[in-house]
């Protein structure tokens, strides 16, 4: 990928449903995702729902940055703005098979046990589409939105829900805070990114 292809700009509201079906193909690998949604039709049904509404909120933010080439996708919510978790449960009771949503509750109280109380970026969704990855456009998009939380003093948070993503993460100044494993769901990193600047 050129330089170019990297370029971050934000996302327009209308551009929302092309960026979040780079998302739902961007997590149709991963770990957390495919145990809500095993099969791919559960997958395709329930998945673009559950990412628009746990960080669908950054379009509305002006927080949603995306790459030009169209293949990277990073939704953030800046310090102050919070997840709203009644949406996700009604989506999740709806659309994820019963036997899994108690592991998969006790899974979201644990990230919330260690989401920060004080004001931080909080990188709720960042994906790249199979197909482009391995160009550094997860690192171009996760490397803009930080040099903003420098510019502010402000710390950085996340959640890894992929083994393989946690190296990128700790290039770019991510420390682990620990695990979450319930059970058999795949293991989650919260990671956090000291204020800097």
């Not at 996302?11 to 809500?36: E, H």
């Not at 999740?92 to 019963?98: E, F, G, I, Y």
């Not at 391995?134 to 490397?143: I, T």
């Given at each position: 990928m050129t330089d170019a292809a990297n370029e971050i700009s934000k996302i327009a509201?209308?551009?929302q449903d092309a960026a979040l079906k780079t998302v739902m193909l961007a997590f149709s690998g991963d770990p957390a995702a495919r145990t809500m949604y095993p099969d791919a039709v559960g997958y395709l049904a329930g998945f673009p729902g559950f990412a628009e509404r746990f960080g669908g909120k950054a379009f509305e933010l002006g927080t949603a940055y995306g790459t030009a080439c169209g293949?990277?996708?990073a939704l953030w919510l800046p310090p102050g703005e919070h997840v709203d978790q009644d949406p996700i449960e009604r989506h999740m009771m709806a659309t994820v098979d019963p036997e899994r949503l108690e592991e998969m509750g006790a899974g979201m109280a644990d990230m919330a046990a260690y989401h920060p109380e004080e004001p931080h970026w909080y990188l709720?969704?960042?994906?790249?589409d199979p197909g482009k990855q391995g160009k550094g456009l997860g690192g171009a998009l996760l490397a803009h939105t930080l040099a903003q939380a420098d510019a502010e003093g402000m710390p950085a948070y996340l959640e890894?829900?992929?083994p393989r993503n946690v190296s990128l993460y700790l290039r770019y100044g991510f420390e682990p805070?620990?695990?979450i494993d319930i059970g058999g769901q795949p293991?989650?990193?919260p990671m956090l990114?000291?204020?800097r600047g």
């Amino acid at each position: 990928m050129t330089d170019a292809a990297n370029e971050i700009s934000k996302i327009a509201t209308s551009d929302q449903d092309a960026a979040l079906k780079t998302v739902m193909l961007a997590f149709s690998g991963d770990p957390a995702a495919r145990t809500m949604y095993p099969d791919a039709v559960g997958y395709l049904a329930g998945f673009p729902g559950f990412a628009e509404r746990f960080g669908g909120k950054a379009f509305e933010l002006g927080t949603a940055y995306g790459t030009a080439c169209g293949g990277g996708v990073a939704l953030w919510l800046p310090p102050g703005e919070h997840v709203d978790q009644d949406p996700i449960e009604r989506h999740m009771m709806a659309t994820v098979d019963p036997e899994r949503l108690e592991e998969m509750g006790a899974g979201m109280a644990d990230m919330a046990a260690y989401h920060p109380e004080e004001p931080h970026w909080y990188l709720a969704v960042l994906g790249v589409d199979p197909g482009k990855q391995g160009k550094g456009l997860g690192g171009a998009l996760l490397a803009h939105t930080l040099a903003q939380a420098d510019a502010e003093g402000m710390p950085a948070y996340l959640e890894s829900s992929n083994p393989r993503n946690v190296s990128l993460y700790l290039r770019y100044g991510f420390e682990p805070l620990g695990t979450i494993d319930i059970g058999g769901q795949p293991i989650m990193t919260p990671m956090l990114r000291p204020a800097r600047g």
